[in-house]
């Protein structure tokens, strides 16, 4: 079945410096989605890629979609205290193929 | 819109116990998808539906059965607990394969 790695699972930064974390996907994917979860919180969406090579940016948040569609990161520049929580890829083959989690990566910042 | 709201917010339970967890959404949404979270095992999909009175496996389904009579709601049925059901459930909602809205969590002990 579909496998979505994701590294590191735990990342310390002091705040100020930047963070990436990393997705890898044991099948091409139709679309890639990043969520943020909140210690104690649930998933909330950040975003979608579709296009092969794509790149979406949100403030300090840069997400890229590998050319093959089976790779995705999502690196934060400067990080903040409100960005602590843990990041998730998820995704799909397309259609009504189900999404499929990364086990996540935890960030903690050092202030 | 109050989204996807799930109830109980905290559940123990004996083993051998059963119990549903209830879940339902306000957005008409199509998708509705249930989810349980372990530590350093990221989101593992345990049923999911594509609309109502249609329903399929996810990664993880044994020990728990879903129905899906209404588009709005999507009650997840524990037949007989086990420790190893002891999670954090989190039921989500999408209008397709898009945009994933997910409600506040069960906090599930089972002893």
């Known amino acids: 079945g579909q496998q979505v790695m994701q590294i590191p699972q735990y990342q310390h930064v002091q705040e100020g410096e930047d963070f990436t974390t990393y997705c890898n996907s044991s099948?091409?994917?139709?679309?890639i989605q990043w969520y943020k979860q909140r210690p104690g919180g649930h998933p909330v969406f950040l975003i979608q890629?579709?296009?092969?090579?794509e790149v979406k940016k949100q403030k300090r948040l840069t997400f890229q979609f590998g050319e093959a569609k089976k790779n995705s990161s999502l690196h934060i520049t400067a990080t903040q205290t409100t960005d602590v929580g843990t990041y998730f890829c998820a995704g799909s083959r397309g259609g009504n193929e189900k999404l499929t989690f990364g086990t996540g990566t935890r960030l903690t910042i050092i202030p | 819109n109050a989204g996807v709201t799930q109830t109980p917010k905290f559940q123990v339970l004996k083993t051998g116990q059963s119990m549903t967890l209830q879940c339902a959404q306000d957005m008409n949404h199509e998708y509705m998808s249930w989810y349980r979270q372990d530590p350093g095992m990221g989101l593992r999909l345990i049923h999911y539906?594509?609309?109502?009175?249609?329903?399929d496996q996810g990664e993880v389904p044994n020990g728990y059965n879903v129905s899906r009579s209404t588009t709005e709601d999507f009650p997840l049925r524990l037949l007989s607990a086990a420790p190893s059901q002891t999670s954090v459930y989190f039921c989500?909602?999408?209008?397709?394969?898009?945009?994933?809205?997910f409600g506040p969590g069960t906090r599930l002990t089972v002893t």
């Open positions: 989500a909602s999408s209008r397709g394969q898009s945009e994933q809205y």
């Open positions: 539906s594509v609309g109502a009175g249609i329903t």
């Open positions: 890629l579709v296009k092969s090579g």
């Open positions: 099948t091409t994917l139709s679309n």
